[in-house]
């Protein structure tokens, strides 16, 4: 069957895909009388049952509207078909450009869109990352009990008033059973105090490591992967970020010229570091996109709905039974799905 259509692919400078095609007169009447048919038997002109007036009439008054209806079924069609034949996944909304259309020749439009760049995940068994848990030393745990007394020195003084001098640094030494249980945190003695400090930060170190190591492996397989996210996404995000930078200053009142003085920093660092920051965030997306791709992945209304009934908070859990929420949540569940894979690839 003929495709009715022909298009040329090419690629902008910034990493943008520019579709153009010209699709047949053939199919583009044969959709615009569809439309016209289905339009028609609504119009009501006087002396006639809706439907049945003079085709010429009926064209006077609906024509504007069935152009557009074609258009804007036709284009989005025929852009889907392509993206289907050519394996294209779009990562953003698709941008048209209607170049030219008439019965007799057809139509001719654009459809621009970054698409997902085509890279082959690599043998992710062959990466080798050392998970380093940091060693929770004494001195840790001594640090952290004096910071927990003077926080809650520093509380109690602002109760107080602000004319009670604060008080100067404890040391360790200080610290008595007497003082612990005055704290009224649930612990009698500085041992047992000490005993759950250490816990805590053991877990802490624990979890340090995990998000490291994760962020290490994410690292290696984007670089022999050679993920690269497109420049139209790290401009547009870091354009946004400017955006919302400025507007926050101008809300405050602040010029941008003094604050950047005072900041230290300069607008063409900050620039820098948001697209530094958008590119990471976009080549981690892209990898876990790809690999719920590759594995098909997917995420059943079973597990959307285990997710809602773990939330507490009834406001909170209000917000994830939309739509929104819902998509947000199966968004989430196919990542950590896709993260759960690489670690278990990295593990072989």
């Not at 930060?201 to 290696?220: G, H, I, P, Q, T």
């Not at 993260?339 to 072989?348: F, I, S």
Request: charged letters at 35%.
């Amino acid at each position: 069957m003929e495709k009715q259509y022909k298009y040329t692919k090419s690629l902008s400078k910034e990493d943008e895909t520019i579709i153009e095609c010209s699709v047949n007169s053939e199919r583009f009447q044969s959709v615009k009388e569809k439309i016209f048919r289905k339009l028609s038997s609504e119009v009501k002109l006087p002396g006639f049952r809706p439907g049945k007036a003079p085709k010429a009439l009926i064209e006077s008054q609906i024509s504007g509207q069935v152009l557009d209806e074609t258009l804007n079924t036709l284009i989005p069609d025929v852009t889907a078909e392509i993206m289907e034949e050519s394996d294209m996944t779009p990562l953003n909304q698709v941008r048209y450009e209607l170049v030219k259309v008439s019965d007799s020749e057809g139509l001719t439009f654009k459809a621009m869109f970054v698409a997902m760049p085509d890279f082959t995940i690599t043998d992710v068994s062959k990466i080798k990352i050392k998970k380093e848990v940091k060693q929770v030393k004494d001195e840790d745990v001594a640090n952290e009990t004096t910071r927990i007394f003077q926080y809650y020195n520093k509380s109690q003084t602002q109760k107080e008033g602000e004319e009670k001098a604060a008080p100067e640094k404890l040391e360790l030494k200080d610290i008595t059973d007497e003082k612990v249980k005055a704290l009224n945190i649930g612990f009698n003695d500085l041992k047992s105090l000490q005993e759950q400090i250490r816990k805590e930060l053991e877990n802490s170190a624990l979890r340090n490591s995990e998000v490291k190591y994760l962020d290490d492996l994410l690292k290696e397989t984007i670089n022999k992967s050679k993920v690269k996210a497109p420049k139209f996404l790290i401009e547009q995000s870091a354009a946004s970020k400017e955006k919302e930078y400025l507007k926050k200053l101008e809300d405050l009142n602040l010029k941008l010229e003094e604050f950047l003085k005072v900041q230290k920093t300069s607008m063409e660092k900050l620039r820098a570091q948001w697209k530094e920051e958008a590119e990471k965030r976009f080549n981690e997306e892209l990898l876990l996109l790809k690999i719920i791709k590759d594995q098909k992945f997917n995420v059943t209304d079973s597990e959307v709905d285990a997710e809602i009934a773990k939330i507490t908070d009834p406001a909170t859990k209000e917000q994830f039974t939309t739509d929104e929420g819902k998509r947000y949540l199966i968004t989430v569940l196919l990542q950590q799905k896709a993260m759960t894979w690489l670690k278990d690839q990295a593990a072989k």
